[in-house]
Structure formats: C-alpha cells, structure tokens
C-alpha cells in the first residue's frame, strides 16, 4: 500500500478503514535489536546496524509484522549523513545507507506478505488473525539531538548558537534521500521542542515531499514538550502542514499519554498516534535505560482501550517496548472492536 500524490490525508483514512478503524505501530527497533545481540553502544545508536547487521533490522521488522503490526518505522532514527561521515563513510555511501534503511523494510513487509497470503489459502476467510492486513513503511527522521547522541532528544536544549536554518541545514538533504527511497511516509519522531517542528514544517513545504508525514513529538511532564515548549504550539504547526496526516506522542511514559492526547484533539482534527515507552528513564552517559522505573506489558496494555477512546488511531510502543507489547495492543484492539462472527451449523 503507498500513499500516492494526492489527498494524503484521505488515503490515511483509507488505511486506518482497512486497518479496522485503529493501526498498531511497531515497537523499539533499537530495543529488539540489543535483545538479538547488537551492541549499540556507539554514536550511531541503532544505525550502526544498517552498518553491520541489516539481517537483524529484517528480524525485528519481521517479529513486529508477525506480532500484529500495521507500520514499520525504518532503522535511520539516528542515521545521518554527517553522522556516517564522522566514521570515514563517504557521503554517497551515507545516502546509500539512509536508502537501506527503507528497503529492509520494504523487503520485510514484502516477505511477511507472501508468507501471509499463502497461509490465508489454508483456513476459513473468516479467521479473524487472518483479516487483511494493510501495512506501511515509515522512514524515521530522529531529531538533531538523537544525532549528538547526547540525550539531548530528551532535554531539546540544543543551546543559543543552534537556530532553525542550522536544523533546515542538517535535515534538508536527509529528508530528500528518505522521501525518494519508496517508504509510504515519514517519520519525525521524539520531536522536543518546537524549533525542531518549525524546521521540519518548512522543509516539507520547500522541497515540496513527495511523501506524506507524521509528526510525533515526546515529553516528560504530560503537559510540554521535553523542551518545555508548548505542545499545543508545536501541535499546532504540525497541523497547519498540508502533508502531515497524522500528529501524536512518542517516547513518553504511559501514564502521561491519556492528557496529551486530550491537548493535541484541542488544535487539530488529524489522526492522533500514540506510541509510548515503558515509562524508564534513558542514561545518555551510559548509553543504557535505567530499569525498574517501567510499567509491565500488563500494564502498558491496560491502557490501550483508554488511548482509543479518548481518539488515538494508530497505536504501538517505542522505547522498552518489544513484540510481545505489540502482539498484546493488536489483541486489545481486535478484540474490542471486531464484531464476533456467527458460526452456521
Ligand atoms: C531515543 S534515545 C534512547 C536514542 C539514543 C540516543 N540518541 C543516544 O545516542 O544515546
Ligand atoms: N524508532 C526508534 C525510536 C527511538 S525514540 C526506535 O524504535 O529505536
Ligand atoms: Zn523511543
């Protein structure tokens, strides 16, 4: 499924229809990568596999779409061209890698199809595991402060010398490379703070992207962005962009989401996505999640209906979140919202 040219917005309508009125998004990428051996202490973060393991990046993407999920978010979080070229990668190779990302993807989602669609041959069309199952590929754009590899995605303190052309600069040539690599959309995520936004929104607009775009911004309060810029203000630009079909929450704990979807519903009508961590908090010295401070899958699941309710239409996890959280919201939601089929004797 590909979203086109025209009327992005309906065509997300379309998708969350097909969808059963609600998508799942995947889980952590770079949390499932480090559960199958990466090692991802590195500036590169999880990019360092497209690098070294593309192999496990089709593993994780595979188990989500197995697990239940409807958009696969590409491995180039943290890959960036001026990244690559910190470690001698010349900038044609760089761009190659940021195409990479999203033909793993692409591959994945086409090998879990064919495996689908020979399976559907082999039982009643009315198996509710075996409804159609549309799926997207989103190209991940992680904010500058993902590509200092400091923490700083989750402070937005990028300090005064930092201005919106200086992020214009550091995302223009990125987003040309993603948005022509065959992903449905892209993904700006953990967004925090609102110059960050303001920068995407122009670029979007200046290169004219061909494709669609979410915007996903995160906090630590359940009020602000990280930042402390308002996420209503921040909301707002997302939804004055004519490309962006859909605006949410990343990368915050759970019990923050219920509040922020409320604030977002204030300033536009866009699809709302939600796709929390497990509610850790990250050590950006120590490259490592700081345990105990987390809610269970139980837990995390527990508040799905809450998040559809209050208006979410597509929902997963980020951060500490794995295939067993993903297998666990798609049951929640098919549950809640198929209509049960009447078996004729
Ligand atoms: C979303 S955080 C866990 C990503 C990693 C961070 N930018 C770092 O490199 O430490
Ligand atoms: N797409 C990234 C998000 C980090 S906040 C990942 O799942 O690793
Ligand atoms: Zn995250």
């Not at 019990?255 to 922020?260: E, N, Q, S, T, Y």
């Not at 990250?282 to 139980?298: I, R």
Request: a negative charge; hydrophobic letters at 35%; one cysteine or more.
């Amino acid at each position: 499924m590909g979203f086109g040219t025209t009327e992005p917005w309906l065509l997300m309508r379309e998708f969350l229809r097909e969808a059963g009125g609600c998508a799942v998004i995947d889980g952590g990428l770079a949390t499932e990568l480090e559960a199958n051996g990466a090692d991802l202490n590195d500036p590169l973060w999880s990019a360092k596999c497209l690098i070294n393991s593309p192999h496990l990046i089709r593993k994780v993407h595979l188990d989500y779409l197995e697990a239940g999920a409807n958009v696969l978010i590409t491995a180039s979080y943290q890959a960036t061209i001026q990244g690559f070229q910190s470690k001698g990668i010349s900038k044609e190779e760089s761009e190659d890698l940021l195409r990479k990302s999203v033909e793993i993807a692409c591959e994945a989602r086409d090998v879990f199809q064919k495996e689908y669609s020979k399976d559907s041959h082999n039982v009643e069309d009315n198996e509710a595991t075996y409804k159609q199952h549309p799926i997207l590929v989103a190209a991940s754009i992680g904010s500058y402060g993902a590509f200092l590899a400091d923490g700083s995605e989750y402070s937005g303190d990028y300090g005064e010398a930092v201005t919106l052309e200086t992020l214009k600069d550091f995302h223009r040539r990125r987003l040309q490379v993603l948005a022509d690599a065959g992903a449905d959309l892209i993904a700006f995520e953990t967004i925090p703070n609102k110059i960050e936004a303001q920068a995407y929104a122009e670029l979007v607009e200046e290169n004219n992207t061909k494709i669609p775009a979410w915007f996903s911004f995160n906090s630590k309060d359940g009020v602000n962005v990280v930042s402390g810029d308002s996420l209503i203000e921040c909301a707002s630009i997302a939804n004055s962009c004519k490309r962006v079909v859909a605006v949410g929450i990343n990368c915050t704990p759970p019990r923050f989401i219920h509040g922020l979807i409320l604030s977002i519903q204030k300033v536009t009508d866009k699809p709302i996505l939600v796709y929390p961590n497990s509610g850790e908090r990250y050590d950006a010295d120590k490259k490592e999640w700081v345990l105990s401070t987390g809610v269970s899958d139980e837990d995390f699941v527990s508040y799905v209906s809450i998040w559809r309710d209050a208006g979410a239409s597509l929902i997963g996890g980020c951060c500490r979140t794995t295939p067993n959280t993903i297998r666990a919201i798609s049951r929640a939601l098919h549950e809640e919202y198929d209509v049960p089929q009447t078996s004729v004797p």
